[in-house]
């Protein structure tokens, strides 16, 4: 029975950090953020309509308008209108 109970926590904990944060581009040109996992810094650019996972373990993101978050790893992000909403 205890090893069962294990399995199962181990489970839960292994697909809570499974997720990842998501970007969605509403506008009608492509926008590009930055991603700074840790040490390491990656443009993404994402185009017209397109939605982008990224941020598994969390992250900070620098949005095209300058604005800095630091997101979890479980946010999603939509760009419209050139402005962004972190849901």
Do not use: Y
């Not at 489970?11 to 040109?29: E, L």
């Not at 996992?37 to 017209?48: I, N, R």
């Not at 620098?62 to 402005?83: C, H, S, Y």
């Amino acid at each position: 029975m205890n090893k069962f109970v294990v399995a199962v926590l181990l489970s839960a904990i292994s697909a809570g950090s499974a997720f990842a944060a998501s970007v969605k581009n509403d506008d009608a040109s492509a926008q590009t953020i930055v991603v700074t996992e840790g040490s390491s810094k990656t443009e993404l650019q994402v185009g017209a309509g397109e939605k982008i996972e990224f941020c598994n373990s969390g992250c900070f993101v620098t949005f095209p308008n300058g604005d800095r978050e630091a997101l979890t790893g479980g946010e999603t992000v939509e760009i419209k209108g050139g402005k962004v909403s972190i849901k």
